[in-house]
């Protein structure tokens, strides 16, 4: 019972990181319909941005960690502006084959950036006393970090929604994703709204590499499974859907989770077979419509 | 317009005697590592080719065909290292083994369209590779598999090379056969527009799964061959690194074209080893901007820019009325 118990906290983790990626990379696949594969990159930058600001900048205090956690996503965010401005904007509406291809070459650039930057030794962020404690629930002793991270996520969801569906940045967007050239007409500042779109998912990328420097080690092999696995989880929640992300990122968490329990290294191959079934079941994820 | 050119159609037959002779003197000139680059050149380019019969032809951006070349590449390498097979029966078993595994990806894929393919084909090639890098006991996980044995024939280097040289050129001539039939034809039709195509009675998903099995197989067989090369089998190959590597080729050299593909390959390979002689370990940030600048200046390839180039200059010729 407890493990189990241990387990659910463990996968809601795991979940919680996963959707704040997959959030990003659901709206500017959504919106700006861009097929990033350097989303998984930014992410991974932001792992390193992190460590670099809690231990260099702020030289590794108390309360470090926590000044990274602000800085990262906003540096993150405005990095994003640059990307999207001189590179991105070149390829919006071009085929699929050229977005995949330039995107994929900055997978390549950004790991000999981490390796020119960072060098070749996995990083560790110093754990925070602040919130690094553990906590018992029900007899089962859980760090207060896990919950704190599934509660960030749990915000961010919150905080989305809201954007997406009441704020006027998030009506243009979806207006933007439904008809660009009825919103240009319209007097709608496209550009705009994909610069703000590819920006917004660059700080959630930053949110989710700040909190995840706590939960494991940094190094130079992560960015292809946290891209694919972020684009599993944006095809089996459904294209530009947040709510399909957030749903993804849970079953994908939790089969990991268990699957780990189960089969040991192969709880990967777990998650494998949730994408497929669901694709089978619904070829346009949980949430998706078939338009796009 | 251009292919109706007999003057054309003859510098194209000129050009590939040439080829086909330089290709067969080539030992005779050079050896050791120059030879190796050669042979490298060759799988990687047979295999971009075979890629390509899905890509360029079929319309499908398969991110994924590493793994089934990584299929190849370690049944070659534990069947000549723990069994006493002959070499073409090994062979003939990795491709068919990439074939099934092309069988069984390509049936859950190949309803799907443009990105929603290739982020699939992405998602089981890295399954692929990720059960080769865990399962310690039979691919030696990271450490992957050394020292495999060549069979007696084939331990001298030219011997080696010609043996590569006729089965890649065989297979490409199958290739090439294949294209120009009429499955090949409707396969293209699928590509330029499916719907059209459904219309007329062409099953297009069953035509875009044979054509993926046909290119797994290949791309199996190119793996294997790599094997006999390097005599080891590591989970580097496996990864999306090389699915990357060959689909850049297919672009570099221009999808829309038959050899397009292997010139994309000569080239990626000749930059590699020259970047990688100049400057150690910074061939990623070479190859990232590569992708880059291709994607941003000429997405239609080398050899599309060329002919691009080519039917503008004989239409201004045509034009002016001089004659080429």
Partial sequence: METIF???????????????????????????????????SLYVLAMYVTYSIST?????????????????????????????????????????????LLTYGLVYIFQDIYRLGWGVMPKIVPHTTFMGGS???????????????????????????????????????RAVAFDEGMCELLGVNTQAVYTGIFALGCFLAGIGGALATQLGVV????????????????????????????????????????????????????????MVTVLLWRPFGLFGKPAF | ???????????????????????LLTPLLIDGYWLHLLMEIIILGFFAISLNLVMGYGGMISFGHAGFYGIGLYITAGLLKHSGLPLPLILLTASLCGALCGLIVGYLCVRLRAFY????????????????????KVTGGEDGIIGVPLPEFLSNETTLYFFILA???????????????????????????SERTECIGVNCNRHRLVAFVISTFFAGLAGGLYCLLSRSAFPDLVEWGKSGEVLLSCVLGGMYSFFGPFVGAALMIM??????????????????????????????????????????????????????
Avoid at chain 2, 117 to 136: C, E, N, R, S
């Fill in chain 1, 6 to 40: 241990l387990i659910l906290v463990g996968g809601m983790t795991k979940a919680s990181i996963y959707f704040l990626v997959a959030a990003g990379l659901t709206l500017v696949f959504g919106v700006g319909k861009v097929i990033n594969f350097a989303h998984g």
């Fill in chain 1, 135 to 173: 906590m018992s629930i029900m007899n089962v002793t859980i760090p207060q970090f896990n919950l704190f991270v599934i509660f960030c996520s749990a915000a961010v969801f919150l905080a989305l929604s809201l954007v997406v569906s009441k704020t006027s940045f998030g009506r243009f967007s």
């Fill in chain 1, 219 to 274: 190094h130079l092999g992560m960015s292809a499974h946290i891209t694919i696995l972020a684009f599993i989880l944006v095809i089996v929640g459904g294209v530009g859907s947040i709510n399909g992300a957030a749903v993804a990122a849970i079953l994908v968490g939790m089969t990991e989770s268990f699957g780990a329990l189960f089969l040991s290294e192969f709880g990967l191959v777990l998650i494998y077979l949730v």
């Fill in chain 2, 271 to 324: 930059l590699e080893s020259l970047v990688t002689s100049f400057f150690t370990d910074r061939w990623p940030l070479v190859l990232g901007t590569i992708f880059v600048v291709v994607a941003l200046a000429v997405p239609q390839g080398i050899t599309g820019y060329i002919q691009e180039k080519l039917q503008r200059r004989l239409a201004t010729l045509k034009q002016t009325g001089a004659t080429p």
């Fill in chain 2, 1 to 23: 317009m251009l292919r109706d050119d007999k003057s054309v159609n003859r510098t194209k037959a000129a050009l590939g005697t040439a080829l086909a002779l330089a290709l």
């Fill in chain 2, 117 to 136: 393919f290739a982020i699939l084909t992405l998602a089981f090639g890295q399954l692929i590779w990720a059960v080769i890098f865990k399962w310690y």
């Fill in chain 1, 56 to 100: 260099g900048l702020f030289g590794g205090g108390p309360y470090s960690f926590w000044y990274a956690l602000v800085l990262t996503p906003i540096l993150l965010g405005a990095f994003g502006c640059i990307i999207e401005r001189f590179l991105l904007r070149r390829i919006y509406g071009k085929e699929h084959l050229v977005q995949l």
């Fill in chain 2, 167 to 193: 089965i890649c050129a065989f297979c490409i001539g199958i290739i090439y056969w294949i294209v120009n039939t009429s499955f090949g034809q409707v396969l293209a039709a699928t590509r330029e527009n």
